[in-house]
């Protein structure tokens, strides 16, 4: 009983440590998009402290503006009612969507300089 307990630990230790892993390279311009969605001050703190720990490219930096239309779409598929975790009435209907998109361009304008 004790070793199928502590091999089942294992695994699940396993697979944690794996996510971990594997999250930090791919996934961390989406980490601060949020940061940035409130306020282009902050966002160059989070980046003076970010590197003071580990590099963070013009690559990364762009791809944060991307992250930031791409993190909505979660919202607003959960606002529209159409995501597993959306409950009770749908906060955005069919009609919103031309002014989702209009301030996706808008901030994509705003913030994407290539």
């Known amino acids: 009983m004790l070793t199928t307990n502590l091999t089942g630990l294992m695994h ?17 311009s989406i980490e601060p998009h949020g940061v940035l969605r409130s306020s282009k001050e902050y966002f160059e703190a989070w980046l003076d402290g970010y590197r003071s720990v580990r590099p963070f490219n013009g690559h990364d930096e762009k791809a944060v503006v991307a992250f930031s239309i791409i993190g909505d779409l979660r919202v607003v598929a ?16 069919i ?3 031309p002014g ?3 301030k996706w361009l808008d901030w994509e304008r705003k913030n994407m300089c290539f």
């Open 100 to 102: 989702v998109v209009d």
């Open 95 to 97: 009609s919103d969507l």
């Open 12 to 28: 699940e230790f396993y697979a944690v440590f794996r996510e971990i892993l594997s999250a930090g390279e791919c996934w961390r």
């Open 78 to 93: 959960w606002k529209l009612g159409v995501a597993r975790s959306s409950r009770g009435k749908p906060i955005l209907g």
